[in-house]
């Protein structure tokens, strides 16, 4: 928590710092837009410059000064490194890159506390993944009037008023069918005209 709120208050304080390197030039810079200390992921802390490099001869006077690279765009930027970038590299370094290794390795260590719970873990998930189906079941068949079947060991299937369950929710009116099959036989065949609804009476 403490580095990140270093991080979030970076922009303010190298606003600052920007403030008072230009501030201790040796000779007035005559640029556009002064010169900012930024900080660059995995690179760290520059001196940037804008719109044109630092001149040999202004250089001179800059002993400190470390060209690193420059960066097309909208406005060409040229980043240096300087003695007040490298302390901040010293004492800040790459924080947010530390704020992201301190968050993997408190990630890392929460995984493997979680998982000396883990036979507890999935039989709970599995009670919870249970009650829900149960309770789904119970509300639709309320909502529906299902009803529960009465299971039997002989060769007998009766069912009264059956309904398709999906195919009674795409038309307005559905009537339910009585079925009747007992042992006379292992093949029933269902006769009639197309569209009587043979389909749907097998499917229920």
């Known amino acids: 928590d403490e580095l990140r709120m270093v991080y979030e208050g970076l922009p303010d304080f190298l606003e600052q710092v920007s403030a008072n390197e230009n501030a201790s030039f040796p000779f007035s810079l005559e640029c556009r837009k002064a010169p900012l200390i930024v900080y660059v992921h995995q690179i760290g802390y520059l001196m940037c410059f804008f719109d044109e490099k630092i001149s040999e001869a202004l250089l001179i006077g800059l002993q ?62 599995n009670f919870a993944a249970e009650l829900d189906c149960i309770l789904s079941l119970a509300i639709v068949a309320r909502q529906n009037n299902y009803v529960r079947p009465i299971l039997t060991e002989d060769s007998i299937l009766e069912i009264r008023n059956g309904r398709h369950a999906l195919q009674e929710m795409t038309v307005d009116t559905f009537v339910p069918n009585d079925t009747k099959i007992r042992s006379a036989g292992r093949i029933n065949i269902i006769t009639g005209p197309n569209y009587s609804g043979k389909s749907i009476y097998i499917k229920q």
């Open 64 to 125: 400190d000064f470390e060209f690193a690279f420059s960066e097309d765009g909208e406005e060409r930027r040229f980043y240096y490194h300087t003695q007040k970038t490298r302390e901040l590299d010293n004492l800040l370094g790459d924080i947010y890159h530390k704020i992201l290794d301190m968050e993997r390795a408190i990630i890392r260590d929460l995984v493997c506390r979680v998982l000396q719970f883990l036979p507890q873990l999935t039989k709970a998930v």
